[in-house]
């Protein structure tokens, strides 16, 4: 109830008191660090970076149509996010450009500038809150393990000896070795460039269990494969991941407004609406359709908006 109370309060401040508070706040060498609100208004021009080309399984959250449209409920969000900071700073127009990203440069594409938002599936970690900041999260999801369905493994018990596959530049390495039981069991722990690989690794019988949130493990079965029933998504979740979008670290007025904007669409159901056309049937009809009800989580999180995450 206290931080439903302050961002209603939030909500109900005009743009510039908002503004004006925040930069008083900040030291001088803050305020100069980043200034995206005034890049955005000098040039009527946001950059939203995405991970969802060709290589990545990213849908419904963000994805490259035949057409070269970028879609998704990630992009979707973001969009809705632009039109509120267009009507905020009361622009004419507000261009919205898309910058394609990988896991691996995504960060780098924030800090050096070359991308105001990045909206797909990053989760917020400690690890990356000490360079970049995150929004409201849009998605829960958890860590499983992806494996072939004529195989004995239906636990992270039954790894002792195998070999595990991760897509390099998600964390996985590092959560499975905090996980004594899965660290210490497995005979290795292979790092690829893509989900594509990662599976490739699995029919060649390279790898045991592909290792990674579940469901990106969907998406990459829907996307990537002719067979699903020859995989099988199994294990108890290693931990929760929160997606949200990021933004730059240095520039608290950016982000307050990023927050206005999802607390607004929060409150007003919006999320809710977005979420139901991406991950309820009949979402997208063609060869991503998902049968994903809106976590319980999301939805007590969506009452009561807050960055704030455990991990």
């Known amino acids: 109830m206290h931080c439903s109370y302050h961002l209603i309060r939030w909500l109900s401040l005009p743009l510039l008191h908002c503004v004006a508070a925040a930069v008083l706040c900040l030291p001088a060498s803050t305020c100069m660090a980043a200034d995206t609100i005034k890049k955005i208004t000098d040039s009527k ?3 939203i970076a995405f991970m969802g080309g060709l290589s990545d399984s990213t849908a419904p959250f963000a994805m490259v149509e035949p057409g070269g449209q970028v879609k998704g409920y990630a992009i979707e969000l973001c969009n809705r996010i632009a039109d509120g900071i267009r009507e905020e700073l009361r622009l004419s127009e507000l ?20 991308a105001d938002l990045e909206c ?26 992806l494996v072939r369905a004529d195989s ?21 390495v590092n959560m499975i070795n905090q996980r004594t039981l899965v660290g210490s069991l497995a005979e290795s722990i292979t790092e690829m460039l893509s989900t594509q690989e990662c ?6 019988r390279k790898a045991d269990a592909f290792v990674m949130d579940e469901v990106l493990l969907h998406a990459a079965v829907m996307r990537h494969t002719t067979d ?11 931990s929760v991941e929160a997606y949200a979008i990021m933004m730059r670290k240095d520039d608290p007025a950016f982000k307050q ?41 999301l939805r007590d999180l969506l009452r009561y908006p807050s960055d704030k995450v455990t991990n």
Do not use: C
Not at 120 to 145: D, G, L, Q, W, Y
Not at 152 to 172: A, C, F, P
Not at 199 to 204: F, G, H, T, Y
């Open 228 to 238: 699903p029933g020859k995989y099988l998504i199994t294990g108890t979740p290693l």
């Open 152 to 172: 004995s493994i239906r636990e992270w018990s039954d790894l002792q000896n195998h070999k595990i596959v991760v897509q390099k530049g998600n964390g996985m």
């Open 45 to 47: 021009t946001i950059v």
């Open 95 to 114: 261009k919205v450009k898309y910058w394609p990203v990988n896991v691996n440069n995504r960060v780098d594409a924030l800090l050096d500038n070359k």
């Open 199 to 204: 599976l490739d690794m699995l029919d060649r």
């Open 257 to 297: 407004m990023v927050d206005r904007q999802m607390a607004k669409l929060a409150y007003r159901g919006d999320i809710k609406k977005i979420y139901d056309r991406w991950f309820m049937p009949p979402a997208v009809q063609q060869q991503n359709l998902f049968n994903m009800p809106m976590s319980h989580l």
């Open 120 to 145: 797909s599936v990053t989760t917020n970690t400690a690890e990356r809150r000490k360079k970049v900041a995150f929004t409201i999260p849009h998605f829960f999801t958890s860590v499983r393990m």
